[in-house]
């Protein structure tokens, strides 16, 4: 497994694989991997010669006052998990060759996609996200990228960028991983006190007790969302950022859900800002 800081160093080395036929699979983190980060890097070893992944914790994506300094790092412990994943290149580059100086060019999807949910908590971290990805896509180049859904807007932020800026590759979406208890994995799991890791199944739970209510054959969002605000409520330890019910395809509000509905939702449980998702009726 070979590590690769220089852009100029990784470029080459993708493009060779290119030229020499290799189908690059990528997969871009911000490290502190977890089995949600491992069952994206072995679909990618599924699916390419090259498979890359990216380690990188990106500045632009960090509001201010958020965990960019406190996000949890440990190469090493990557670098094993990525070497047992059978992943051929790290690419580990700084922030300043990433954004050296007078570096000035940002990608924006504009609209709703990106100014509701996260977006209205997090104004400038989409512009981040499609910033990065648009250059590490650049960089490795690679045939299929691959994405988790539990960061589901993110992956319809990338989606709609990649087919408006024409980039190619596939980009492929693979489910949540969860703990065996149902929390979502994320590398910020790691921030919950014993009691906060107990209050965050209420995130969990809540999708269960929305999508137990539409197979029962509750339609009406309005009903659905006021059970679901009850139990993020319940435990009074939990501060709601977003609970809604939107279209899986454009992130629309719906009043009344169908297949295509998914529930999204953002809580803070103490200082550790939580997302989860998942279907109603799929
Ligand atoms: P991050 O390092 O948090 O930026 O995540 C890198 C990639 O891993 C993104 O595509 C995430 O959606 C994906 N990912 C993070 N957590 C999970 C999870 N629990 N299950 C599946 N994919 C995940």
Known sequence: MEIISNIKEIQTRCLNARAVGQIIAFVPTMGFLHEGHLSLLREGRKRGDLLVLSIFVNPTQFGQGEDLDAYP???????????ECGVDLIFYPDAESIYPPGYATYVSVEGPLT????????????????????????IVMPHVALFGRKDFQQLAVIRRMTKDLNLPGEIVGLPIVREDDGLAMSSRNVYLSDDGRNDSLALVETLRQAAEMAQDGELASEKILSSARQRLNAGGTLSIDYVKLCNAHTLEEVATIDHNTVMLLAVKVGKTRLIDNGPLLG
Do not use: N, Q, W, Y
């Open 115 to 138: 100014t509701s949910l996260e977006g209205a908590c997090r104004p400038t971290h989409f512009r981040g996200v499609t910033t990065v990805v648009t250059k590490l896509l650049t």
């Open 73 to 83: 790092r440990d190469f090493e412990r990557d670098e094993r998990l990525a070497r």
